[in-house]
Every structure is written in C-alpha cells, then in structure tokens.
C-alpha cells in the first residue's frame, strides 16, 4: 500500500478541460496505429504530452492581503508601467504591469493574483501573434477580467499566442475568487498581464520562472516576515 500511495501522490491531476483532447489524441493514435504502427507510437506520445499539457497540480498560497501572487506558471517577460487597455476601464495612467509567458510545456491553469470580486469581464478578438511580443498586449485576442480586490481594482489579461486558439474561463462577473483560486485557462502557449493600482512594488524580474498560485511577484507596503498559507 506504501507503494501504490506513493505512485499516486506522484501522480498530478488533469483538469476537466482536457479530457476530450487526451481522448482525441489516443484515439487518433489507435485508429492511424491499425494504418502503420509507428504512428501509433507517435500519437500515444501525444497523448501523454497532452495529459502533461492540461495538469493542474495543488499548490500552497500566501493568502496574506499585502501579497499579489502568480497567475500563471512561466517566465516573466515584462515588469514597468504601462497604461491598462481601454477594455479595463482602469484609466489611463500607467499602471505596474507584470507579464508572464506561457509555452507548450508550462501548465495552463490560471489562478487569481489576490482575492476580489469580479466586476465586469471583456473578451476581444484579435490576432495569433507570439506572445513574447510586447505589443501582444495590444493586437491579440484576449480576456480581460476586472477584480475588486483588498487595495483597490486590478486586471487580468489573459492573451492568445502563436499555437493558443483558445482562452477558457472559469469564473464570470459577480463570482468571488480566493487568492490562487483557479479561474481560467488557456489552450497551448500563451501570456498573462496582471495591472497593479498604486502602492504595489514588483518582487520579480524580467527572465525569472514564476510559479501559478505561488510566487509573489508584487506586494503592497513593507510585507512580513512570514505569510499564512492555503492549500488548493
């Protein structure tokens, strides 16, 4: 028994969202395997990086109120001000924005940066683009979720990228969310703008790999020595 709970902790959850597709992918394999079987093989492989793709491991977050959180697994493309889309209605000064890039073999999950309500969601269609490009901010089809949180309004851009044809959410106007509570995600490459109000520093850099519901990428006043924590 020690054995087969070890194996099955070792195991990370798929979400929901990607039972069709690992199910597509192996039966494609399966009916191309009865054609040439090196084919077989080679959707099967797909298989399990499909599986791979849509995982949605538990992780431990600060819940402190001071605290804004990752949303995203990846690497940090972008730290500075710069005025929110208009879609956001937040304005038009420059507002902290931290950008994280997803690839392929990131998990899509997304989670929400600090607790809030959601006050109004806008989708946008746009172009394909690579998501690593700035001006993706601007030109791509796009998510923009609003949230009432503890110092005031934020946003969440959920961005397409190049492979992404897909923005999924969760959760919609008028739903609360917890810190690191999943609300969205987004099919197969893509990037998250968080738009931080006044008073909010950044506590990562441009390269670093953030990790959803986890790493703190910004914070608000001088912060504590330590932070309560809630697992999801």
């Known amino acids: 028994m020690h054995?087969?709970?070890?194996?099955?902790?070792?195991?990370?959850?798929?979400?929901?969202?990607?039972?069709?597709?690992?199910?597509?992918?192996?039966v494609v394999a399966v009916v191309l395997g009865f054609v040439w079987q090196p084919l077989f093989w080679i959707f099967f492989i797909l298989t399990g990086w499909c599986a791979y793709f849509f995982?949605?491991?538990?992780?431990?977050?600060?819940?402190?109120?001071h605290l804004v959180i990752s949303p995203a697994d990846g690497r940090v493309s972008l730290v500075g001000h710069v005025v929110p889309p208009a879609e956001l209605e937040l304005g038009f000064e420059p507002m902290l924005r931290v950008s994280?890039?997803?690839?392929?073999?990131?998990?899509?999950?997304?989670?929400?940066?600090?607790?809030?309500?959601?006050l109004r969601t806008a989708y946008r269609e746009g172009q394909f683009q690579n998501a690593e490009l700035d001006k993706a901010s601007e030109v791509n089809e796009r998510?923009?979720?609003?949230?009432?949180?503890?110092?005031?309004?934020?946003?969440?851009?959920?961005?397409?990228?190049?492979?992404?044809?897909?923005?999924?959410?969760?959760?919609?106007?008028?739903?609360?969310?917890?810190?690191?509570?999943?609300?969205?995600?987004i099919?197969?490459?893509?990037?998250?703008?968080?738009?931080?109000?006044?008073?909010?520093?950044?506590?990562?850099?441009?390269?670093?790999?953030?990790?959803?519901?986890?790493?703190v990428i910004a914070e608000f006043g001088e912060g504590l020595a330590t932070w309560p924590a809630r697992r999801d």
Do not use: W
């Open 3 to 26: 054995i087969l709970d070890s194996i099955r902790n070792a195991l990370v959850p798929v979400h929901p969202a990607g039972y069709p597709f690992i199910a597509a992918f192996f």
């Open 55 to 65: 995982r949605d491991p538990e992780r431990v977050t600060p819940v402190a109120e």
């Open 100 to 118: 994280i890039f997803m690839n392929v073999f990131d998990c899509h999950v997304n989670r929400a940066p600090m607790r809030g309500r959601i």
């Open 143 to 185: 998510n923009s979720i609003v949230i009432e949180g503890p110092r005031g309004p934020f946003g969440v851009v959920q961005i397409a990228g190049f492979v992404a044809r897909r923005i999924v959410p969760f959760r919609g106007t008028g739903d609360r969310l917890e810190a690191g509570e999943r609300f969205g995600l």
């Open 187 to 215: 099919r197969f490459g893509s990037r998250l703008d968080v738009y931080l109000p006044d008073g909010a520093h950044p506590r990562v850099a441009e390269g670093q790999k953030a990790i959803a519901g986890e790493t």
